[in-house]
């Protein structure tokens, strides 16, 4: 399998033109003669474009190309107003990268052909009432880039390891926001499968329509059995451009692949060659950040994590900044990431929500882990306070003042309860002496529920076993 990703840029204006690329206005409202092709316009290219390609270039291990050059992608659809697309061919900015992926604990690396930049298209909206189709131009010239890999992807898993990689590098960068439903970040991929021990690829079939990471599996693990199944029946794969279709779960023909020579590409005309020079690298690559991989590492060298642990803090550089904002107030990171992937995760993931909207703070989270070690709040009672400061966004010692949470410490108050919880239960308390020391659990958790968890645990620990003894 190889994969085409487009990914759009985080730019405010277009790539030729001054229309806004914002998300969501009215139809046809971010358009201007230039981005809708109108005769005698000429674009101009923007510059951050470049500058953004380049960040890709450069993070992907691409080489950037000292000249590079655009090209009319010749096609008619209602949606491309020009009757052709502005994109790179021959010459494109970045070619011969590679992204290492990890899956099963193996390390592979996954070619990069090419990075180029080009303009999108408009959308058509069909509807669902009546024979007619509707054109939206405002998404007609807003940038992106396209990063194509080399067929080195054998499995729909390692397909989805390599957009995830991606996409967490675009949002790294700041570049592109990778919002899979907006179509900001979006894939075709081209599957082919051979018979085992030959070495020419077989013919590929191109999908589309995948707009989710699950959805990208399925119609991979799908399209591959439809191949093989093609196959060991003796026919043919037909090189096919199909669509995935997510009710039915199968991928539907849509019309038949196009080659290069299709869509007539020549260079545009009305924009020179671009020229890159060592200079303008160089500058950014002096803005590039931390990017995952080597954040990854440096969580588990100066935080002494899991690689796994690792990996679940720095899957957005959002959360891995949260995370380094909790250990710069409470210096026990083990800890912090414990409560980050049990419960802060668990929560934000059941209500569909991104660290940015956690309505808990850093500084709420490494407040409530001091109470911990203070000996105010049990691990117990935290998750109650954490479940509050999670609904609320209140801070945690508001929470256990207010609901009275405050650990019980006092030994001769732990000591009665301790004692009557051993009275009411004589024959466990025989059973224990004879050997079923599994009982300690039993006798704990009568001495919390009868506490209400504010117990101290250690206390309650060390009370019945000594008395226990006796």
Same mark, same amino acid.
């Given at each position: 399998m190889g994969l085409e990703v487009h990914a759009q840029l985080l730019t405010d204006s277009k790539i030729f033109c001054n229309c806004s690329t914002a998300f969501g206005a009215p139809?046809?409202?971010h358009t201007c003669p230039v981005c809708l092709g109108m005769p005698g316009v000429l674009p101009v290219l923007n510059k951050k474009v470049v500058d953004y390609a380049i960040k890709m270039a450069l993070a992907t291990h691409c080489s950037v190309a000292p000249f590079s050059r655009f090209a009319r992608k010749n096609y008619f659809y209602p949606d491309l107003p020009k009757g052709y697309q502005i994109s790179q061919y021959e010459l494109p900015i970045a070619e011969d990268g590679y992204v290492e992926i990890g899956l099963n604990g193996r390390a592979k690396r996954i070619g990069i052909t090419r990075i180029h930049m080009e303009e999108d298209a408009g959308k058509l909206i069909h509807d669902a009432t009546a024979p007619i189709s509707y054109v939206d131009f405002n998404r007609t010239g807003v940038p992106l880039i396209e990063i194509v890999s080399e067929p080195d992807i054998r499995t729909p898993k390692e397909a989805v390891e390599y957009l995830k990689i991606l996409r967490n590098i675009l949002r790294y960068l700041g570049i592109c926001d990778g919002n899979m439903e907006e179509g900001s970040f979006r894939c075709d991929a081209n599957v082919s499968i051979r018979p085992e021990g030959t070495e020419t690829f077989g013919i590929r079939a191109e999908i589309k329509n995948m707009n989710s990471f699950r959805h990208i599996q399925k119609a991979l693990e799908y399209e591959i059995r439809r191949? %093989?199944?093609? *196959?060991? +029946?003796?026919?043919?794969? *037909?090189?096919? %451009? =199909?669509?995935? +279709? %997510?009710? =039915?779960? #199968? %991928?539907?023909?849509m019309r038949s692949k196009e080659e290069a020579h299709d869509y007539r590409y020549f260079p545009d005309p009305d924009l020179v060659p671009l020229v890159i020079d060592e200079k303008w690298i160089e500058e950014v690559r002096a803005s590039l950040p931390e990017l995952p991989d080597a @954040?990854? !590492? =440096?969580? #588990?060298e100066k935080y002494g994590l899991p690689e796994y642990d690792a990996a679940v803090l720095t899957v957005s550089k959002s959360l891995a900044d949260y995370?380094? +904002?909790? #250990? !710069? *107030?409470?210096?026990?990171?083990k800890a912090i990431s414990n409560w980050m992937m049990s419960e802060l995760l668990r929560e934000l993931k059941r209500d569909d929500r991104e660290i940015e909207e956690c309505p808990v703070p850093p500084g709420h989270l490494a407040g409530m882990l001091k109470m911990m070690d203070s000996g105010v709040i049990?691990? @117990?009672?935290?998750?109650?306070v954490f479940e509050e400061m999670y609904a609320t966004g209140r801070d945690p010692e508001a929470i256990v003042k207010e609901k009275g949470l405050v650990q019980v410490t006092d030994a001769a108050e732990i000591e009665k309860v301790v004692e009557s919880v051993l009275a009411a239960n004589p024959e466990a308390v025989e059973d224990y002496k004879k050997g079923k020391v599994k009982l300690l659990g039993f006798f704990v958790g009568e001495v919390m529920k009868k506490t209400k968890g504010k117990a101290n645990p250690g206390l309650v620990n060390e009370m019945l076993t000594g008395m226990l003894r006796k």
């Open positions: 139809p046809n409202t191949q %093989t199944a093609l *196959l060991l +029946d003796g026919k043919e794969v *037909l090189q096919e %451009t =199909r669509l995935w +279709d %997510t009710a =039915r779960g #199968v %991928t539907v023909s @954040k990854q !590492r =440096r969580f #588990v995370f380094e +904002d909790c #250990v !710069r *107030l409470y210096q026990k990171p049990s691990g @117990k009672i935290a998750k109650t």
